[in-house]
C-alpha cells in the first residue's frame, strides 16, 4: 500500500467510524459538522506548508491533489466516502450533484463527476483541508471556508530555490508551468478565473508574514464565518 493509500483509507476509516458511532448514540441535537477548508495557491508561495500546518491546528486531514486524483479515479473510493454519510445527507449529494451538472459546466468526464461526488461528500462530512481541485468553486461560499494564497513572483522563485534545492532559471520555469496549469484547470471545469478574490472568503499574501500567524488569523476566520453560517441558518 502507498502512502497516498494509506492516508486515504486511514481518512475513510474515520468517517466510517464517526457514522457507525453516530448511528449507535442516543439522539441528540444536531451538532454542525467540522467545516471543510479549500486551499487554492500560487506555486511557491508556501501554500502547502501553510495547508500542513492549519490542518495540524485544526486536528484535520490535509488532503493534496495526488490524494483527491487518487479517490476521483478509483469507483471504489467514491462508494466509500458517498456511503459513509447519512441517508438525508446523501439524498441531498445526488440533487446537488445533478444540479451542479445542470448548470453553466462543461465537462462530463467521469473525473469530474468523481470530483464533484467527492468534494460535496467531504463537505458534509467535514475535517479536511483540501489542496487544490476547484474545491471552493464547486461548494460555493455557503458551504466551507475558502483561502486563496498568493505571492509576489520574485519571491516565490526564491521560495523553491531555497526549498525545493533547484536553480532559479528552474524555479521560473516550475511556476509559470504549474500557474498556467492549474489557471486552465479551473477556466476549462469552472469558466471562472482562479485569480478572482470573489470566490475566495480570504486571500492571503505570504510575502511579509509568518506562516504560524496567518494560520492563527485564518482559525479566526473559520470560526467567525461558521458562527455566521449557523446565525443564518437558525434564521
Known amino acids: ?17 464517526e457514522k457507525k458511532l453516530s448511528a449507535q448514540a ?12 479549500t486551499i487554492s495557491r500560487q506555486s511557491g508561495s508556501r501554500g502547502s506548508y501553510f495547508g500542513s500546518r492549519l490542518a495540524q491546528r485544526l486536528g ?13 479515479t478509483s469507483s471504489g473510493y467514491v462508494k466509500r466516502i458517498v456511503e459513509s454519510l447519512d441517508d438525508h445527507h446523501r439524498s441531498e449529494l445526488a440533487l446537488l450533484v445533478e444540479g451542479f451538472f445542470s448548470g453553466q459546466m462543461v465537462d462530463h468526464s467521469d473525473y469530474f463527476r468523481h470530483l464533484c461526488h467527492v468534494v460535496l461528500s467531504m463537505s458534509r462530512l467535514g475535517g479536511v483541508v483540501l489542496m487544490g481541485r476547484g474545491g471552493n468553486f464547486i ?15 520574485d519571491q516565490r522563485v526564491e521560495n523553491l530555490v531555497r526549498f525545493r534545492n ?26 471562472a478565473d482562479i485569480d478572482d478574490p470573489r470566490r475566495y472568503d480570504l486571500v492571503i499574501n505570504t510575502s511579509l508574514m ?3 500567524d ?7 476566520g473559520i470560526k467567525a464565518k461558521m458562527n455566521k453560517l449557523s446565525h443564518l441558518e437558525d434564521e
Open 214 to 220: 496567518l494560520v492563527e488569523m485564518t482559525s479566526i
Open 60 to 72: 484535520y486531514q490535509r488532503l493534496h491533489r495526488d490524494a483527491i486524483d487518487a479517490i476521483c
Open 26 to 37: 442516543v439522539p441528540k441535537p444536531e451538532r454542525p459538522t467540522s467545516p471543510i477548508v
Open 210 to 212: 509568518d506562516v504560524e
Open 139 to 153: 461548494l460555493g461560499p455557503h458551504n466551507g471556508f475558502h483561502i486563496r494564497v498568493i505571492c509576489p513572483f
Open 166 to 191: 533547484i536553480s532559479a532559471s528552474e524555479a521560473k520555469a516550475e511556476i509559470e508551468k504549474t500557474d498556467a496549469e492549474r489557471r486552465l484547470f479551473v477556466s476549462r471545469l469552472f469558466k
Open 1 to 17: 500500500m502507498t502512502s497516498i493509500e494509506a492516508l486515504i483509507n486511514r481518512q475513510i476509516l474515520k468517517w466510517e467510524t
